[in-house]
């Protein structure tokens, strides 16, 4: 099950070698116009409401920290979450550590025993979506403040 689940993955990127993002750059396209995105630095006050936010019931990644453990400690590492998450937009880099996923094949119809039937769930670490949560926050900032957003 581990190799069939893992190699899903593999075959999805092996279609996507060779295909430009702008995400990638930073740049995009709209409404022929040039747009470059930038992200802000993360307050330790962004990451105090945030984490208030969060479920302590979530699922915890490959590492095993949990939500709740994560609430617990964050008076004493709120300041260094901060740095190491500036570090990561400054020099646009992802730390691997929190690539790695806990995966769980969940099982859709048909017969249990056939391996095509189950589709994997990663789960990541959780200071990787609590990274991400925050950057989406800023993303979605962006997009409404400059009209992206259909209103009525």
């Given at each position: ?29 709209v409404?022929?116009?040039s ?7 993360i ?18 990644g ?8 994560l609430k617990?400690?964050m008076?004493?590492i ?9 570090t ?6 992802f ?5 790695c996923a806990r995966?769980t094949?969940i ?9 095509s ?11 990787a ?10 993303l ?6 400059s ?6």
């Amino acid at each position: 099950m581990n190799n069939f689940l893992f190699t899903i993955g593999e075959k999805l990127a092996s279609k996507m070698d060779g295909v430009p993002s702008p995400l990638i750059s930073g740049e995009a396209t709209v409404n022929n116009s040039s747009v470059k995105s930038q992200f802000s630095s993360i307050t330790v006050k962004e990451i105090r409401d945030a984490i208030a936010k969060i479920k302590t019931t979530k699922g915890f990644g490959k590492y095993e920290i949990s939500c709740y453990f994560l609430k617990i400690a964050m008076p004493f590492i709120e300041k260094s979450l901060a740095d190491l998450f500036n570090t990561s937009i400054e020099t646009s880099q992802f730390p691997e550590l929190w690539i790695c996923a806990r995966i769980t094949p969940i099982f859709r119809e048909g017969a249990k025993a056939e391996m095509s039937n189950y589709r994997p769930i990663s789960v990541l670490p959780v200071i990787a979506r609590f990274f991400e949560k925050l950057i989406a926050n800023q993303l979605y900032q962006h997009m409404n403040d400059s009209g992206y957003f259909f209103s009525e």
